[in-house]
């Protein structure tokens, strides 16, 4: 049932490893728009009734002149994907919560990128003075104006280049999440090569970013694998459910330290999700699976069985 949900949206944008990540870039469709953008992303700090300004540069990467309508919208994380987003609708943004997309004035409705040249727009952030301490978010981006003319709001999903912005509004965060799931895809697996998947919830009031180890043993309670949670540091937003992947593969039955991987296997996951005191919040589970090389085992089994007819025929031989 989770692979399945990873599957699916696929007339959606993407934002790889996400805004949340903030060392790594986004790749979606500017690449589609030849457009450039910096930042790419954006985390602030604000208080109520605060107004914040700032500037995004976009340049034009093809050799042809092009005009850009400026949107801004909210943003939602994909249906238990974390590091994902995809851009709102304006009927969608209605029944959004954290939408910060009203607080921010442009100062240009449309924007003209000659090849080669940069182009800077300016943008105001009018924080409400009665908002509920949390997180809220908005995206500005730009859509060709061809495309949007031709094509409608449904080009938000596929041509749309711009700044998503996590606005952390308050000095206190809650941060708090539940593990709701932990298990290996399968119980039986002839080669060392699983995969497990982990569900947590976030129920805090701004995003957090699990991180963690799974440790393997083997029947003899000796430690095998010692694998990272969240390696690219996929980030949660609030209310959202994320569905976590993470492989163990190795060659052959051996572990670096040969200790054998056969049998009975027990893991245990540690995770931590909190940027202040992370350690004085954990969330731990345990599963089972098993590895059995059959092939192996049947072809042991079957020259130890030739073996034994042979001897004991021998010996019938000798009596006779």
């Known amino acids: 049932m989770i692979l399945k949900i990873f599957k699916e949206y696929n007339r959606i944008l ?15 469709a ?10 790419t992303s954006k985390v602030l700090k604000v208080q109520p009734g605060e107004t914040y300004t700032d500037e995004i540069v976009f340049w034009n990467l093809s050799d042809s002149t092009d005009t850009y309508e400026i949107y801004v919208r909210a943003f939602k994380q994909i249906e238990n994907q974390p590091g994902t987003a995809v851009i709102l609708t304006e009927e969608e943004e209605k029944d959004i919560l954290y939408s910060a997309s009203k ?17 800077k727009l300016r943008y105001t952030i009018n924080v409400p003075l009665d908002i509920t301490n949390g997180e809220y978010n908005a995206q500005i981006f730009l859509i060709s104006e061809n495309d949007s003319e031709e094509q409608g709001t449904v080009t938000f999903a ?19 999440a539940e593990l709701l799931n932990f298990i290996a895809d399968k119980k039986t697996y002839e080669k060392v090569n699983v995969d497990f998947l982990t569900q947590i919830k976030n129920l805090g009031d701004t995003h957090i970013t699990p991180a963690g180890e799974i440790v393997v043993e083997n029947i003899f309670k000796q430690e095998v694998a010692r694998i990272p949670f969240n390696r690219n540091k996929q980030s949660l937003l609030r209310d959202n459910i994320g569905n976590y992947i993470d492989n163990w593969s190795q060659q052959g039955y051996l ?12 893991a245990k996951l540690i995770v931590t999700y909190r940027s202040f005191q992370p350690g004085f919040a954990t969330l731990t589970s345990e599963t089972t699976f098993w590895i059995v090389p059959w092939k192996i085992i049947i072809a042991i089994t079957l020259v130890a069985l030739t ?14």
Do not use: H
């Open 14 to 28: 993407i934002l790889p490893i996400f805004l949340l990540c903030l060392g790594l870039t986004p790749t979606f």
């Open 30 to 39: 500017q690449s589609a728009l030849s457009i450039g953008v910096s930042p």
């Open 255 to 266: 572990s670096p330290d040969k200790k054998i991987v056969i049998g009975p296997m027990k």
């Open 103 to 119: 607080w921010i004035t442009i100062d240009k409705d449309r924007l003209v990128l000659e090849p080669n040249k940069n182009t």
């Open 307 to 320: 073996g034994i007819i042979i001897y004991v025929s021998k010996k019938k031989i000798q009596r006779r």
């Open 158 to 176: 596929n041509l749309a280049a711009g700044t998503p912005i996590l606005l952390q509004v308050g000095d206190e965060f809650v941060e708090n």
